[in-house]
């Protein structure tokens, strides 16, 4: 992340832009590059007052910068009310992360009202100008109906171009907005899950277990379930725990099973409760504990089971 946010602040400048160097003038150039140096020894109070002095002259470059370490709290306190402005300035610019981020301002309310239909306008810039984060922003809007229309068609055109352009948060909405049984949903849910979003490989695992999109691959399903399961998804955790029961794909392992049940149901998982006391009830995977297989039960009604064993307890 760190590394991501200081690509943001290491500009390059247009050389046409410089002034004639003398004692006690900074060029656009040496300006940039100490700006540069800056941010890499992370020393954003520095690139904070540089930044707002080359905003001064009204280089749209280092007015995103500067509004961008306003925006973020950097080198000094968060001030929205400045970095507006500042950001206005690049965007009318076309530089596109600065009318992405004042589209959040006007989708947040974070200057003023929420303003739905600005916040649009914003995004559709982003997005023509190519930036991923805005198509994606603008997508949801048609998707939610934000400052417009609804419409399910231009949401999934956009997610597509987001997707298309590395951004895997837009792979996965893609994915939920297509067909289940659409080989483009299949493949863009794979695309997520490659960017190690849990969720993605959680509902790839499905496709997958499933057949949705393509062949069933019950192999590539546990994998799928188990590579969740590492990154806390307790829908994955569960069902690579039914897979090692059932021997779906991988090898039965009630040992491993119960563990992942185990700590399922600890992360309030009623459906991974009642597997969990199944098996200290039938001492599957260990030995029977029937006084946990009771309590195990119990706290699965409580999550909100709906079983005839609730009933009886």
């Known amino acids: 992340m760190i590394k991501h946010l200081l690509a943001a602040l290491v500009i390059l400048l247009p050389l046409h832009a410089s002034a004639e160097p ?15 140096a800056a941010a890499e020894q992370e020393n954003y ?14 280089v749209p470059e280092f007015c995103y910068t500067y509004a961008f370490v306003l925006h973020n709290g950097w080198g000094g306190p968060e001030d929205l009310s400045k970095a ?11 530089i596109p992360d600065a009318c992405n981020a004042l589209g959040t301002f006007a989708e947040n309310g974070s200057v003023g009202e929420v303003d739905g239909a600005a916040a649009r306008s914003f995004y559709k810039k982003a997005c023509r100008l190519g930036e991923p984060i805005g198509c994606y922003n603008l997508a949801y809007t048609w998707q939610e109906g ?25 792979c996965l909405n893609l994915s939920l ?33 499933n057949g949705e999109g393509g062949p069933v691959d019950l192999e590539k399903a546990y994998d799928r379930y188990a590579l969740a399961c590492s990154m806390d ?7 690579q725990g039914v897979a090692l029961t059932s021997g779906d794909g991988v090898q039965e392992d009630p040992v491993l099973a119960r563990k992942l049940f185990h700590a399922t149901c600890q992360s309030d998982h009623a459906h991974a ?7 200290l009830e039938d001492g599957s995977g260990g030995k029977k504990d029937l006084n946990g297989a009771h309590d195990a039960y119990v706290r699965a009604c409580d999550l909100g089971l709906e079983n005839e064993i609730c009933s009886k307890l």
């Open 84 to 94: 507006e402005p500042a950001y206005t300035l690049a965007c009318e610019n076309d």
């Open 45 to 58: 109070e520095e690139v904070r007052w540089l930044s707002e002095k080359g905003c001064l002259f009204e």
């Open 146 to 170: 934000i400052g417009g229309d609804v419409s399910r068609d231009s949401a999934t055109e956009l997610y597509r171009r987001a997707c298309t352009n590395g951004m895997a948060e837009a």
């Open 22 to 36: 003398d004692d006690n003038v900074m060029t656009v150039e040496s300006l940039d590059a100490a700006i540069k």
């Open 273 to 279: 409760c009642a597997l969990y006391a199944f098996m």
């Open 177 to 209: 907005l297509l067909d289940t049984d659409d080989p483009e949903a299949r493949s863009a849910m794979n695309l997520a899950c490659e960017a190690d979003i849990p969720s993605a490989c959680y509902y790839h695992g499905e496709m997958l277990q």
């Open 233 to 239: 998804y307790a829908d994955g955790c569960f069902l």
